[in-house]
């Protein structure tokens, strides 16, 4: 009795928000929670018929015991009108031993009844929390599955972040690249357009060389033919 009356104080006390608020998967928990609750009912209410009808015994005997007081009180006036002081006594003294029980038993009587009326109201609780429960589950089970759908979208949308940057950093790159080819490409371009002015500078040169090298041969000619004339041959 002992332990039941102590879950009672656990039940009464507990709010139904308050321990969802602790599950770390309440979708899970939320079963679990559900069937040990069935559980607990299922115990407190067999409890509580044995509670309620130990309290209404206790109550019987109280008023039974009441109710022989009263004929002791009865059978004691009785002896007294036919003159027997006597069994008088004897009545008066068995009521008083009655009225000492009847004592005891009303303070069992009271207590069995107030522990029958904690048991109900746990019962009663239980009752109104599963029922609560119950007609919550769906939806808790729904904000669970948007949570969990949620938080894939936030890793898949950290992990598209993390790969743009990663692209924003490999397209840097490539322009980097890009950029030292264009300064490759223009300096080989200088270098070829420095070589072929350094080619038509030089075809120049031979040809000069050709026109000058033809004048002196003229020039040559000239005098040897001058000599010849001059020795008559």
Do not use: W
Request: aromatic letters at 2%; proline letters at 0%.
């Amino acid at each position: 009795m002992a332990g039941i009356l102590k879950r009672f104080g656990d039940i009464m006390s507990a709010n139904i928000n308050s321990l969802l608020d602790k599950c770390e998967d309440p979708e899970k928990m939320i079963d679990q929670y559900l069937r040990d609750m069935q559980d607990d009912l299922g115990k407190v209410k067999a409890e509580t018929a044995s509670v309620m009808a130990a309290a209404k015994s206790a109550r019987r005997e109280a008023e039974e015991c009441e109710e022989q007081i009263g004929v002791m009180q009865n059978y004691a006036e009785k002896a007294l009108v036919a003159g027997n002081e006597a069994d008088a006594k004897q009545f008066l003294a068995k009521k008083q031993k009655l009225e000492g029980q009847l004592q005891t038993l009303k303070a069992a009587a009271d207590t069995a009844e107030q522990n029958a009326d904690h048991m109900r109201q746990m019962h009663d609780k239980l009752q109104h929390d599963i029922s609560e429960l119950e007609e919550r589950k769906s939806e808790i089970k729904a904000k669970v599955a948007a949570a969990k759908t949620q938080e894939r979208m936030n890793d898949l949308t950290e992990k598209i972040g993390k790969t743009a940057g990663a692209g924003a950093a490999g397209k840097s790159a490539f322009d980097r690249m890009e950029k030292k080819a264009d300064e490759m490409l223009d300096a080989a371009n200088a270098r070829a357009e420095l070589n072929q002015s350094s080619a038509e500078e030089q075809s120049i040169e031979d040809l000069t060389k050709k026109y000058d090298s033809n004048g002196s041969e003229s020039s040559v000619d000239d005098e040897l033919a001058a000599m010849k004339a001059k020795l008559g041959l």
